[in-house]
């Protein structure tokens, strides 16, 4: 009987740690392969205090927990930047670093480690609970799991967990919403490192020991094989993971029979033959992102009649539908000449080492009309955004938002204080939803905050609320409702674009710069893409265009200024821009 | 001014060391950095790839075929040369039957996903050898006494004639490797490929069979530092794990793209500190130490492409190139 609840014990202790990295590398993308290391961190707290300063095992998590969080929010800082490859090797590193010196201290035992934690087991006791027998442990180890289990479900399905797997996607483009990506990718390292080390304390505690061979890469990897076997970003697939591969070895000592070595060996080989097989044939595990055991069983009975994810190539239909009254474009303009400005850029440059990407720029946007910057190719139109919107600090010359000093911000902050860009490549997040996407664009979510996610559950839940009725409200605007679950994935590109455009309009933002709105689309989706960059300008919103069309320009524009060269050498109507020989040479060339 | 104080004789023999340590960093770390800068695969059973080809040779040499004129064994030398060529085999079969498949079927997630693979076939791999041949050591060595290993002495300085041969094969291949890369069409093929993969097949070059190429020459190079390896000491499953992932330090500080002699150089650096500093500390940390120095260029180049370039790059360019 003991030995039973002994490998249920063991199952559950490694399904804590699967859930927390799966935190860390399902939902935030960050592959760490030194899991077990900051596991350590906790077992290694323990090992040292209980036998060195009869130190109490709750408070050996709790200090245990404090390391663990503050190692991997430093490594979160090192890691952020770096792409994958290099990050595998950086948590390699750090894995064989920290196990490495543990295993060079004689206090934590050399590389014997500390074998002798359950010489004490006054110690390892909560409030009066003794553990010693695989039962004793079993109940304290269950709240392990279940407070994990809550820790992680509560980061990961959330807004801040939305932001992760925004991160995820596409880090830029995140960021460009308004998301402070920084904070959430250092604060969901440091969480899952330490948690991590909670689940090493208990680790520890239940072996009796805390060495560096526990602790090695084999166990990391272990732990990692339970995560891509259970399914990235499913919390429920690392536990069923866990259940699984971790059954293993009593199946193979107490039903096949095989001695302890062969039977660690044998279970080795199936775990890395699993690996290889799972990511050829389902490589997002048992459970996939965004389903359920049940969903699973379920879809399997009902296969052939769900019809899912299929995006069919029709137009929109729109549900607002804003009049816009036909207006010629020198009404247009003199409406442009009334209007109140919103932003004025004043001397703008920027040189990266001898190429001018602007020289001394002058422009202004107003509010409630539409601006287009055209021009030739490589003539720093999208540069402009990227200095307006801070993704590239100009060298000299300011920006003036609504009268504040906007210039050198970083592209997530000017984001927040409403000037928010479009990209030219879409740049949606590929495997989240078309709602998921647009709820991203949504600003001031205090589910985005891990204390309001534990310390405001209704307020985070009312507001939530209200953040999908606004991302739907959006999603209707542009017309794509109905698609509001597929993964924008599977969309046309004309679609990504209407998404990615109720992705900028669902931040609410004062100033709206669309890159290139309507290029590569079909003929047929230009003019719903017109009117729907009509709208929200009628809406009073500012509106800043890269076009290359010259139609679009012409329908769209009350205000053009012409940049050649990282400068700008005309502004008026489009008309006035094309009647020009030399600025039709410019940008045509010479017919 | 330390090494003088604690003796000439140490550091010319540390010195010593260092160099032949290197160059096998150095070949390794090469073959890694061909295959993961050319064809984008964190081969991480490159490792496995190492102990196979010791096995291999070992088993060849000692066992031979079941029967026949060889079933005492093959000659040492066929032994090698067989191994090296299994070896090569199995590199790109794994190119070939796994990772590109996996690769082609996930898309952006590519590099994940064949890390994911190459991690399950690296810790099988491992533990099917430790099964068939069983987990403890075995002594490796040419019977036939053709190859015999002995000490030589140059001043105070001694070392085995092994050293000197693993040293030789190394650099010579290495050589010949960055004339091949520089001189011939198969060269600038993989050179070509290494930039842009998608190009390089539209102006004609076969990326796929460029990808097994690079397969080939790296588990070649990882044969015969294995072999040599296993010559000076003995055969055992964890051999790969020390040496190869030394060698992905190497291949990283070096840069992927870079020229073989600079792997080469980089990887006689990184052994010549790992020598030196048992001067200074006690030996089970220079151990930590390669991946200290890891740290380090990791922490520098983060915090170089948050001041500048990357993120500027990531806008500025078209999607997908992140890092």
Wanted: hydrophobic residues 50%; contains cysteine.
């Amino acid at each position: 009987m003991q030995i039973w609840i002994n490998y249920l014990d063991q199952i559950l202790i490694y399904a804590s740690l699967a859930l927390s990295l799966n935190l860390l590398l399902g939902y935030a993308g960050q592959v760490s392969v030194a899991h077990a290391a900051f596991g350590a961190v906790g077992g290694y707290t323990l090992g040292y205090l209980v036998t060195a300063h009869n130190v109490p095992m709750i408070y050996c998590i709790l200090i245990g927990f404090v390391f663990a969080f503050v190692a991997g929010g430093l490594i979160a800082l090192v890691a952020m930047r770096l792409s994958t490859e290099y990050l595998i090797l950086l948590t390699l590193a750090w894995g064989y670093v920290l196990i490495g010196v543990f295993s060079t201290i004689p206090a934590l035992g050399g590389s014997f480690g500390i074998i002798s934690i359950n010489a004490k087991p006054h110690l390892l006791s909560f409030f009066g609970w003794s553990m010693q027998r695989p039962t004793d442990w079993l109940v304290p180890i269950l709240v392990l799991v279940a407070v994990t289990y809550s820790i992680c479900w509560r980061l990961g399905e959330s807004p801040f967990g939305r932001i992760l797997k925004g991160v995820r996607e596409d880090p830029v483009a995140t960021q460009s919403l308004g998301k402070n990506t920084f904070r959430t990718q250092i604060l969901v390292f440091a969480v899952s490192s330490g948690l991590a080390a909670v689940a090493g304390v208990f680790y520890s505690g239940w072996l009796g020991v805390s060495t560096p061979g526990v602790f090695g890469f084999t166990f990391s990897l272990t732990i990692f094989a339970l995560v891509i076997f259970g399914g990235m970003a499913n919390f429920s697939g690392s536990m069923l993971g866990a259940l699984v591969l971790t059954s293993l070895d009593p199946f193979l000592r107490r039903v096949v029979k095989f001695d302890q070595s062969k039977a660690f060996l044998v279970q080795v080989i199936i775990y890395g033959l699993l690996l290889v097989f799972l990511t050829r044939v389902r490589p997002q595990g048992l459970i996939p992102e965004g389903s359920t055991l049940g969903s699973i069983l379920r879809r399997k009975r009902s296969e052939g009649r769900t019809e899912m994810g299929k995006a069919s190539e029709t137009a929109p239909t729109f549900a607002v539908r804003e009049a816009v009254a036909e207006v010629s474009q020198v009404d247009r303009h003199a409406r442009w000449e009334k209007a109140e400005v919103v932003l004025e850029a004043r001397g703008i440059s920027k040189s990266f080492g001898g190429i001018i990407a602007a020289e001394n720029l002058d422009f202004v946007l107003k509010r409630g009309t539409i601006t287009a910057l055209v021009g030739p190719n490589g003539a720093g139109k999208t540069t402009v955004f990227n200095l307006l919107t801070g993704a590239i600090a100009p060298d000299t010359g300011t920006v003036t938002l609504l009268g504040r000093d906007v210039t050198g911000r970083t592209l997530d902050s000017s984001a927040r204080s409403g000037l928010v860009r479009s990209f030219q490549d879409v740049r949606l997040f590929q495997r989240l939803s078309c709602l998921d996407n647009v709820l991203l664009g949504v600003q001031d979510q205090p589910g985005e905050k891990i204390r309001s996610l534990f310390a405001n559950p209704r307020l985070v839940t009312v507001k939530e609320k209200e953040t999908h009725e606004q991302a739907m409200k959006w999603l209707s605007f542009v017309g794509m409702q109905d698609f509001a679950d597929v993964p924008t994935a599977s969309l046309s590109y004309g679609q990504t674009k209407l998404v990615s455009l109720a992705r900028v309009l669902a931040t609410e933002a004062e100033v709206l710069l669309l890159d290139e709105p309507a290029s590569g689309i079909d003929v047929k989706w230009v003019d719903n893409m017109l009117e729907l960059v009509l709208a929200i300008s009628a809406e009073g919103r500012t509106v800043c265009i890269v076009e290359h069309n010259l139609r679009v320009v012409r329908d769209l524009a009350d205000h053009s200024y012409f940049m050649e060269l990282g400068r700008i050498t005309a502004e008026g109507t489009v008309d006035e821009l094309t009647s020009s020989p030399r600025l039709a040479q410019a940008y045509f060339g010479t017919v | 001014m330390l090494a003088i104080t604690i003796g000439r004789e140490i550091f010319a023999q540390l010195t010593m060391n260092g160099i032949f340590r290197g160059a096998s960093y150095g070949l390794i770390g090469a073959g890694f950095a061909l295959i993961l800068g050319v064809t984008g695969r964190f081969h991480f059973a490159y490792g496995f790839t190492y102990t196979l080809a010791a096995y291999l040779a070992y088993t060849f040499h000692f066992r031979g075929t079941p029967f026949g004129p060889f079933s005492d064994g093959f000659p040492f030398i066929v032994s090698g040369i067989l191994a090296i060529l299994f070896t090569i085999v199995v590199g790109v079969a794994i190119e070939k039957y796994i990772y590109r498949p996996i690769a082609q079927g996930a898309g952006a997630t590519a590099l994940l996903a064949v890390f994911v693979a190459a991690l399950g076939i690296g810790i099988a791999g491992q533990s099917t050898i430790a099964l068939l041949w069983s987990q403890q050591s075995q002594g490796f060595y040419d019977k036939d006494q053709i190859v015999k290993k002995s000490a030589w002495h140059i001043w105070k300085v001694t070392f085995e004639n092994l050293d000197v041969f693993q040293f030789v094969t190394s650099l010579t291949l290495i050589v010949i490797f960055s004339v091949v890369l520089t001189k011939t069409s198969l060269g600038r093929q993989m050179k070509a490929t290494r930039v842009n993969p998608d190009l390089a097949t539209i102006i004609g070059i076969n990326a796929n069979r460029i990808y097994l190429v690079c397969f080939g020459i790296g588990s070649g190079f990882v044969a015969v530092s294995a072999i040599w390896y296993g010559l000076q000491y003995t055969v055992n499953p964890d051999m790969g794990a020390r040496p190869v992932t030394t060698a992905f330090v190497v291949a990283f500080l070096a840069g992927t793209a870079s020229s073989p002699i600079r792997i080469f150089m980089t990887g006689i650096v990184l052994s010549l500190l790992e020598q030196w500093s048992s001067m200074f500390i006690q030996t089970r940390w220079t151990q930590t130490l390669v991946f200290v120095v890891l740290f380090v260029y990791l922490i520098n180049k983060s915090a170089k492409d948050t001041l500048w370039g990357k993120r500027i790059i990531s806008i500025v360019t078209l999607q997908g190139i992140r890092g």
